[in-house]
């Protein structure tokens, strides 16, 4: 089905996700991957208003400048696993200014529908608890173009080792071939695909 809506009309799509079966003990974990400067947290924004207020967990709070795509495990102990059990997840997000765990703990209610977004959401360890994955439909080269005029010019170190990070993942483990909906934002709004994802 292709629909197109601006971000206020994002209706349709939180109600197929609101109408999923849970995945996660009672939580419909629904995952928003795609490649660094894809937009995906503001479509996440907009997708958690749609929802009602849908808690949102952002990756980047789990990852950090030494592990940028080894957080699997940290996630499954302070999120997944709590949530599964019905319980809060509680974490202390990475600051990415000062290059540390702060001392400050995030919580995360147990809701019908949380939304994770960050590159490598829709991972191959990670599938098996998702409702649901969305991918952002934007190539790597616009998408990460975007992100650096974004971040400006004293990160451009950091993003060269980002892209080079970023291929590696993906090249291993995609999860584009895997999402249930491909999502395009568009000069006002968003347009969806759902699709039959492949299957490992």
Known sequence: MNSTAPPTSLAPLAARLRALPPSCGQVRLIAVDGHAGSG??????????????????????????????????????RVTGPLSR??????????W???????????????PVVLMEGV??????????????LWMDLDAERSWRRGRERDGAEQSAFWDGWTKAETEHFSADPSRPFADTLVRQLREGYEW???TPATA
């Not at 808690?55 to 940290?74: C, Y």
């Not at 019905?86 to 600051?95: H, N, Q, T, V």
């Not at 200014?97 to 809701?111: C, D, I, K, Q, S």
């Open 120 to 133: 490598g959401a829709g991972r191959r360890a990670l599938r098996p608890l998702l409702a649901h994955l």
């Open 193 to 195: 695909h759902q699709r």
């Open 86 to 95: 019905g319980e809060r997840a509680r974490y202390a997000p990475y600051d």
């Open 40 to 77: 995906k947290s503001t479509f996440s924004g907009h997708l958690a208003d749609a929802l009602g207020g849908a808690p949102v967990l952002h990756l980047d709070d789990l990852a950090s400048h030494a592990e940028l795509f080894g957080w699997t495990d940290r996630l499954r102990t």
């Open 97 to 111: 200014t000062l290059r540390r765990f702060g001392p400050a703990v995030r919580e995360l209610p147990p809701a």
